[in-house]
């Protein structure tokens, strides 16, 4: 034990220093006292974050546009140029990134981003990818491989994440632009989770390949507006999360061809207090219920499982950040269900838009603020 605290320490200090020490806030939790460092600020909506290997830093997307290079000692970089142009709009702008599983090879970079339709007025979710030059300025080649059509967004549920299986197919987890019915429309990309190759075809084993009127991008369908996901790292599945709307926040363990349910099944109901109109009730046959279930939403986005030997009081454990409720929350797993919540940092009052593990063990949050903030959130040993 002392041992691996010991190596925890001096990974720790090779990744970013040695200074959380001397100057990381502390907070109550019920697993000790969490530190937390802020590694950056002024950041302009920050919303993923992704680690570069060999201790090089993150990249950090901001809403409005810009890529950024994080070095480990909290150097902000310039904006990467090369970047697609995305529709800043409502919840719209740029959004996730996710590294290539070969990037030490091919250093890809991955990125999702709302796009403006040809008139301007409404958009869609689109994701593509360019290679990272070797000085970290540029991200050279950009080409989109995926875009959601038709393009109803007026602002709104755009998701999205980037998730790689162990396989290597590339999953996006979407929004249905808070157009309810057509995350039940298996001809429209809204409300889904497409499975893809890395370069953006589709692998002929997708559950709906070859049907009529039907995307064969579709791997799962149903959802809201998934904000998180991540690969468990323990069996190797894809689990999501996504916004209900007043009430029914849920955490999805995704399977092949899966109806997740929205708007036919909700723990939510609508913001003017109202049933949803599409809605048949919480339980609904045919639908593959939540994994996890809020009925009442602390807005959940970002989620990360905690399997690093740093901080063995988290072990097992799945965070996920809140908007709405300000708050990371930690939820304790057991056989495979969440038997424990817990939620913290509510002293920050911070809207928690991403949560990660960083190679450190250290979690790594983002605040969705007009001046956001890189944060590194660890245990007083
Ligand atoms: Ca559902």
């Known amino acids: 034990m002392i041992r691996k605290t010991l190596i925890a320490a001096v990974c720790a200090s090779a990744f970013f220093g040695a200074s959380w020490q001397?100057?990381?806030?502390?907070?109550?939790?019920?697993?000790?006292?969490?530190?937390?460092?802020?590694?950056?600020?002024g950041l302009q909506h920050p919303w993923a974050v992704a680690?570069?290997?060999?201790?090089?830093?993150?990249?950090?997307?901001?809403?409005?546009?810009?890529?950024?290079?994080?070095?480990?000692?909290?150097?902000?970089?310039a904006p990467i140029s090369g970047v697609p142009q995305v529709w800043v709009q409502g919840q719209g702008g740029l959004l996730d990134v996710e590294l290539s599983p070969d990037f030490a090879k091919d250093r890809m970079v991955y990125l999702t981003y709302a796009e403006a339709a040809p008139d301007g007025k409404t958009g869609g979710t689109a994701a593509g990818r360019g290679r990272l030059s070797q000085d970290m300025t540029r991200l050279e080649g950009f080409t989109r491989i995926f875009q959601q059509q038709p393009k109803l967004s007026v602002g709104n549920h755009f998701g999205s994440r980037i998730v790689f299986d162990r396989d290597g197919y590339l999953f996006i987890a979407l929004g249905e632009n808070n157009n309810r019915p057509t995350a039940q429309d298996l001809d429209k990309l809204q409300g889904k989770i497409v499975r893809l190759y890395p370069d953006g075809s589709i692998p002929d084993d997708?559950?709906?390949?070859?049907?009529?009127?039907?995307?064969?991008?579709?791997?799962?369908?149903?959802?809201?507006?998934?904000?998180?996901?991540?690969?468990?790292?323990?069996?190797?599945?894809?689990?999501?999360?996504?916004?209900?709307?007043?009430?029914?926040?849920?955490?999805?363990?995704?399977?092949?061809?899966?109806?997740?349910?929205?708007?036919?099944?909700?723990?939510?109901?609508?913001y003017n207090g109202q049933p949803i109109p599409e809605s048949k009730g919480k339980i609904v046959e045919g639908v593959t219920h939540p994994f996890h279930v809020w009925?009442?939403?602390?807005?959940?986005?970002?989620?990360?499982?905690?399997?690093?030997?740093?901080?063995?009081?988290?072990?097992?454990?799945?965070?996920?950040?809140a908007l709405a409720a300000q708050v990371l929350i930690r939820l304790e797993l057991k056989d495979d269900k969440v038997v424990h919540e817990e939620r913290l940092l509510g002293e920050l009052k911070s809207r928690i838009r991403d949560v990660r593990?960083?190679?450190?063990?250290?979690?790594?949050?983002?605040?969705?603020?007009?001046?956001?903030?890189?944060?590194?959130?660890?245990?007083?040993q």
């Not at 001397?22 to 600020?41: H, I, M, P, R």
């Not at 955490?251 to 061809?257: A, M, V």
Request: aromatic residues 10%; charged residues 20%.
């Open 295 to 321: 009925e009442k939403s602390p807005a959940i986005s970002g989620m990360a499982f905690y399997d690093a030997d740093t901080f063995q009081q988290w072990d097992h454990n799945v965070f996920v950040g």
């Open 206 to 270: 997708n559950p709906f390949v070859g049907q009529k009127n039907v995307r064969p991008e579709i791997w799962s369908y149903g959802h809201r507006n998934q904000q998180g996901a991540a690969l468990n790292p323990w069996t190797g599945t894809l689990w999501t999360n996504e916004h209900g709307p007043m009430g029914g926040d849920e955490i999805n363990i995704i399977e092949r061809g899966a109806n997740y349910g929205w708007p036919i099944s909700t723990f939510g109901i609508d």
């Open 22 to 41: 001397a100057s990381a806030a502390t907070y109550k939790s019920e697993e000790g006292t969490l530190t937390v460092d802020e590694v950056v600020g």
């Open 357 to 380: 593990q960083g190679p450190d063990g250290y979690l790594y949050l983002l605040t969705d603020e007009e001046h956001g903030k890189l944060l590194k959130v660890g245990l007083a």
């Open 51 to 77: 680690f570069l290997p060999e201790g090089k830093g993150m990249l950090v997307t901001e809403r409005p546009g810009s890529l950024r290079v994080v070095s480990p000692d909290g150097k902000l970089s």
